[in-house]
């Protein structure tokens, strides 16, 4: 869904930001009331992750020497960094006590969406903001990875999209050797319960409307850093409190400068912070999760609401349908359990490109759209031999990627490029086994596998995968529209 840059969607972006969940109820203030009650009641549980936390050797932070050492390190502003931090020692900004003034909201525009979910606001807080946040943030990350048990249970922290890791989550989520397991990014979950009639059951959960859920957890962040990083973890915090500065797209002229009318921090995407207070957050439901005992998906949810989180929980049958990040667990030739990324990424992905295709205008069209999608295929299923996967590499015609398709396709992906080291054997049986495709629907993927450039596809196969993924179906070509591949939401 690309969402249009407009004045209406602004409005729209302000208020799901800054509007109460479950309106027209009082539930949004019950559940930030919520929120302050739990950490006043498990300051214990927050000095127990302040000690684990501490337990790391962290020298003393100067947020102005990390900024000075490592502003030219590789990274992909690299240029914008050294700028910022020039201008930023030019004129003394660096001794005020936020390297932040205010907050540009901007309209998240090219975004795959869900179907019917509202736009939402990027937080523009200028290079230099994340000068000062994101060695930080990024310290706390790995403090959080490095939490592998709570109240006796079995945790796993995050701290990206590694498909061997997510593997090593499939693993440890199935036989954990605990009652409980969970395994979190960010707003992302999966958690594993052995009931009273020993029945190992497994949940994939969401934190509901995460920009507007927190409140006082921001003070328990920082209560719980280690000693060394509470003042640095203060000064990223504070720059969730500065004015959010939204400009008409009509006319530039006119800008609105909206004030927090509360204490609490507002987190927005494009913070350096975000994901440390989602994992923070999960952290703390989870605990909640093993207090409470809880065994279903209304228990668990009931525990969330307790830390001040509407929690998103679905209760899925078999292992199968496990999902995290986006992968799902499939067992090789061996039996062997493996994170592949779902087939409904790479069908979504499939026929579509943000910007120019790649490579020389002269080398035409087509060959630049199967060059693309061999190289789509490369990134998103490296190391893996299925027949299903195979053919559509050889429908492409292509053998060899250039490095600028490579780097493209990994950039506009993000996390959903794999990570897999070592080589797999995989059978269309197992692959299909998550999407309980009938042989019909199965021999609507082996046609999409081997039909090359230039086809439009609408089966039931492709609509059944699509929707367990996404909530997205195929659609009908109408009109005089170019052979493209299309779903209807």
């Known amino acids: 869904m690309i969402y249009a840059r407009t004045d209406h969607n602004t409005s729209i972006c302000a208020t799901r930001s800054t509007g109460a969940r479950e309106p027209g109820t009082n539930g949004h203030q019950e559940l930030i009331d919520a929120q302050a009650k739990y950490f006043e009641d498990n300051d214990q549980f927050l000095e127990t992750l302040h000690n684990h936390y501490s337990a790391f050797p962290i020298h003393q932070v100067n947020i102005y020497d990390l900024a000075r050492d490592r502003h030219a390190d590789p ?25 932040l003034r205010d907050v540009t909201g901007k309209i998240k525009a090219n975004e795959w969406a869900k179907p019917g979910k509202d736009p939402r ?14 060695w930080i943030t990024g310290i706390l990350k790995d403090l959080q990875t490095y939490l592998r048990f709570i109240d006796g249970q079995r945790l796993r922290i995050v701290k990206q999209a590694d498909t061997e890791v997510i593997t090593e989550v499939f693993n440890e989520a199935i036989d954990p050797g605990t009652k409980y ?9 999966l958690i594993t319960v052995l009931d009273k009639h020993g029945v190992r059951r497994l949940f994939l959960t969401d934190i509901s409307k995460c920009d507007k859920s927190h409140a006082s957890i921001f003070r328990s962040l920082i209560r719980s850093a280690p000693t060394p990083l509470q003042e640095g973890t203060e000064r990223v ?11 008409s797209l009509v006319d530039r002229s006119i800008k609105v400068k909206l004030f927090l009318t509360t204490e609490d921090p507002l987190l927005l995407s494009g913070s350096t912070i975000t ?16 207090l409470d005992g809880a065994e279903t998906a209304e228990a668990i949810a009931l525990a969330a609401r307790k830390v001040g989180y509407i929690l998103t929980v679905e209760e899925v049958p078999d292992v199968s349908k496990l999902q995290f990040l986006k992968h799902s667990p499939v067992r090789d030739v061996r039996g062997e359990l493996h994170a592949v990324l779902n087939l409904g990424v790479f069908l979504r992905a499939s026929g579509t490109c943000k910007g120019d295709l790649p490579g020389k205008s002269s080398d ?30 050889n429908a492409t015609g292509v053998d060899v990627v250039p490095t600028c398709f490579s ?5 506009e992906l993000a996390h959903k490029t794999s990570t897999r080291k070592s080589h797999i054997t995989v059978s269309n049986e197992e692959l299909f086994r998550r999407y309980d495709l ?18 439009f596809h609408n089966s039931p196969g492709l609509s059944k995968v699509l929707k367990l993924d996404y909530g997205l179906e195929c659609c009908d070509r109408t009109g005089d529209l170019p052979t493209s591949f299309l779903w209807r939401r």
């Open 275 to 290: 994901t440390v207070v989602n994992n923070h957050a999960a952290i703390n439901i989870y605990h909640q999760i093993i």
């Open 237 to 247: 915090v504070k720059q969730l409190k500065k004015p959010l500065v939204v400009r």
């Open 438 to 455: 009938d042989a019909c629907e199965a021999l609507d993927l082996t046609d999409f596998s081997e039909s090359g450039y230039s086809y």
């Open 121 to 134: 606001f990027i937080g523009d807080l200028g290079v230099i903001a994340s000068l000062e946040g994101a």
């Open 75 to 99: 990274h992909p502003k690299r240029a914008l960094r050294i700028a910022a931090f020039a201008e930023m020692e030019a004129d003394g900004a660096y001794t005020e006590s936020v390297w």
């Open 181 to 189: 397991y969970g395994a979190f990014f960010s707003d992302d979950g």
């Open 407 to 411: 780097s493209i396709v990994a950039k």
């Open 364 to 393: 035409g069209l087509e060959k630049r759209a199967r060059t693309f999608q061999r190289a789509l295929l490369e990134g998103m299923y490296p190391r893996i031999s299925n027949p299903f996967l195979d053919a559509c590499k």
